[in-house]
């Protein structure tokens, strides 16, 4: 999660909350059985692709789908009031406008479960999937877990001309099922031990 242009208004506010590196090698290993291809909003020393956009970057400007190698996008965006949304409208803005003869792509953003926001009756029902993750999530960092729950949302682009269905939403238990990070991204076993995070 990046700090972005945006925290002057909120300089109080800590916003640069590190994703747990289990719970993307979760995602990569249960659910897309890929690694992702970029970070659209990260800090350098918490980026869980090898491509990300950092607040100097800006991926609320700069183009998500440009390389034709990008197809798995993770964003743990700022939390703070009105920006979530922005997120939300840039990031399925993106996926529909990227190359209709490429792989399918796919979005995954990190999110409280505030189904009372703004965001949620804007995108959430337009999903894919809605997961809720079982507990509170512990963040990068952070000595307690998270003060919400949270809710992975994936948007995938559908053909043009198929029906609009409801999102799959499920209950995610994911802490017993992380794979070794050796075994699945030894990447993200050297991000879980510079960050301090726990190795198995």
């Given amino acids: 999660m990046a700090k972005g242009k945006w925290e002057a208004a909120h300089k109080s506010v800590k916003q640069d909350y590190g994703t747990p590196s289990a719970l993307i090698a979760y995602v990569e290993r249960h659910m897309i059985c890929h690694s992702f291809n970029l970070d659209a909003c990260a800090l350098p020393e918490t980026a869980v692709a090898d491509r990300y956009f950092t607040p100097e970057d800006d991926g609320l400007t700069t183009p998500w789908f440009d390389d ?12 703070q009031r009105g920006n979530v949304i922005r997120w ?6 993106q996926l ?3 190359d209709l003869h490429a792989p ?3 979005l995954f953003y990190l999110l409280y479960a505030r189904t009372s926001g703004e965001w949620w009756h804007k995108h959430a029902m337009s999903a894919t999937a809605i997961y809720f993750l079982k507990g509170r999530l512990k963040f990068v960092g952070e000595e307690n877990g998270a003060p919400a729950p ?13 029906p609009k ?7 995610l238990d994911w ?11 030894p990447s993200l076993q050297q991000r879980a031990r510079r960050l301090g995070e726990e190795v198995e």
Wanted: proline share 13%; with cysteine.
């Fill in 96 to 98: 529909h406008e990227a």
């Fill in 88 to 93: 939300l409208d840039r990031g399925i803005q």
């Fill in 150 to 162: 949270s809710a992975i949302l994936h948007f995938s682009r559908s053909h043009p001309v198929a």
């Fill in 175 to 185: 802490r017993g099922r992380v794979p070794p990070f050796e075994e699945w991204r």
């Fill in 68 to 79: 034709p190698k990008t197809r798995y996008v993770w964003c743990n965006p700022e939390y």
């Fill in 104 to 106: 399918t792509p796919h």
């Fill in 165 to 171: 269905t409801a999102p799959w939403i499920t209950n």
